[in-house]
């Protein structure tokens, strides 16, 4: 089975870098956004189970692109010491903060350049973004179906059964191939992989890429001009006065004047 995972390199909001109120993500280090590494273990099993080939696809984002370049590659060893045998980075300047819909261009011309595939698999969404857009961007430029939040996937030759997590329900939903899918976390749980394999990741292609490659130009219809934080401040409202029966009473009337809770 011809599968592909899509990789994004995410900014590690774990270690977000501030530069007065704005977010440094030049210098914010990268990390293979999490749910996506669902998605590449359920390809990983998919090729266990079934044979098969697991192609990963990357499109780098934030820049300085120069030195990110080095630091994606280092990233994607991980995806392919996971059990994927074959990497794709596009990386380009005309690339760095441009929104989904040109990301999905890009990743849906880099699988034409491909050829064949049966199923693509991808997070519900990013941990930076968290937009959701780019895997049922890439089925709509593809024209292939797309199923969103699989909590559990079933390969049957060329039948897919998947079920999907809903807000309230599990909707149980079959597709045939080619198709894409986005995972949730639920999914399965990531394997960690050997030293061995490791090792073995070092040897394995990371074909890297640039607009020129794929025959495009894109343009991207939004502009990042930055991101910044959101501030939380305390009121510094100190209540001493009073027993504590009274000061209860005053903390719960300065929460209702907040708004932020009613009276019962």
Do not use: C, H
């Amino acid at each position: 089975m011809e599968l592909i995972a899509l990789v994004k390199l995410a900014l590690d909001t774990g270690q977000l870098r501030v530069s007065g109120d704005k977010l440094d993500i030049e210098n914010t280090p990268l990390k293979i956004s999490d749910i996506d590494r669902n998605a590449v273990e359920a390809a990983v099993q998919i090729k266990e189970k079934v044979g098969g080939r697991v192609r990963a696809i990357s499109v780098l984002k934030y820049g300085p692109v120069q030195k990110r370049v080095q630091e994606a590659e280092g990233l994607i060893r991980e995806v392919l010491a996971m059990g994927a045998d074959e990497a794709f980075l596009v990386a380009d300047n005309a690339l760095v903060n441009t929104d989904q819909l040109v990301t999905a261009k890009v990743i849906a011309a880099v699988i034409r350049k491909l050829g064949n595939f049966d199923l693509i698999l991808a997070g519900e969404a990013s941990i930076d973004g968290y937009t959701g857009q780019v895997g049922p961007r890439v089925a709509a430029e593809l024209g292939i179906p797309v199923v969103t939040y699989a909590r559990e996937l079933r390969v049957d030759g060329n039948k897919l059964t998947i079920k999907r997590d809903l807000e309230e329900a599990v909707q149980t939903v079959e597709v045939t191939t080619p198709a894409l899918v986005t995972v949730t976390r639920e999914i399965n749980v990531p394997r960690i992989p050997p030293l061995l394999q490791i090792r073995m990741a070092m040897k394995k292609p990371i074909n890297k890429l640039s607009l020129a490659d794929l025959g495009i130009s894109l343009g991207s219809p939004m502009e990042v001009k930055g991101v910044s934080l959101v501030q939380v401040r305390r009121k510094g409202v100190i209540i001493k006065e009073g027993s504590v029966d009274d000061k209860v009473n005053k903390l719960i009337e300065a929460l209702i004047q907040e708004g932020i809770i009613t009276r019962g």
